[in-house]
């Protein structure tokens, strides 16, 4: 299985945030790939990107997005075939977006810090329960540094369920 990670407006595709989950997807066997998206702050162009590359995609995947990222992750989803969608603070029902409502096609998982003030974590309330999807409310900021372990868990489990209902191969647990 590969893992896509996008990145958020004003960040770059290897920060440390995505390095840190990008290592837990390798322990689990996956391989990775990070978008680079920073020549465009275009969110739209970003999710056209996105489908270009999944779409050639043989193996399951899942993708992976924070902030900006999170937008382009679950519009991406909406259109390919992706085993599961791990959304970072996602910059949902935000002004100026062109899409305003979303669909679940798979398995979404959302964290989002309280202290969040660039994304109101009132956007993934609203989608969680208009999706039914999970939703984890932390204590952090729109960054989450200050949360990263809990994200690391967190994503750990995600990829747990993925693997026990996907067939995942890992190196954890053995």
Request: proline share 4%; glycine share 8%.
């Amino acid at each position: 299985m590969k893992v896509f990670f996008s990145h958020g407006k004003e960040s770059g595709p290897w920060g440390s945030k995505i390095k840190r989950l990008a290592n837990i997807a390798e322990e689990y066997g996956c391989s990775v790939d990070s978008i680079d998206y920073s020549d465009t702050p275009d969110p739209d162009l970003r999710v056209e990107r996105l489908v270009n590359i999944l779409k050639d995609v043989k193996e399951d995947f899942l993708l992976v997005g924070s902030s900006m990222g999170g937008y382009v992750s679950l519009l991406a989803s909406e259109t390919v075939n992706t085993k599961g969608v791990f959304l970072l603070a996602p910059a949902l029902f935000m002004p100026g977006y062109k899409q305003q409502s979303y669909t679940n096609k798979t398995q979404i998982e959302i964290v989002h810090g309280w202290s969040d003030d660039i994304v109101p974590p009132e956007n993934s309330i609203k989608f969680a329960k208009a999706v039914d999807c999970s939703l984890h409310l932390i204590s952090g900021d729109h960054r989450l540094n200050s949360s990263i372990e809990t994200v690391a868990i967190l994503f750990s489990q995600f990829l747990t369920a993925q693997k026990a209902a996907k067939g995942v191969s890992s190196k954890r647990g053995r």
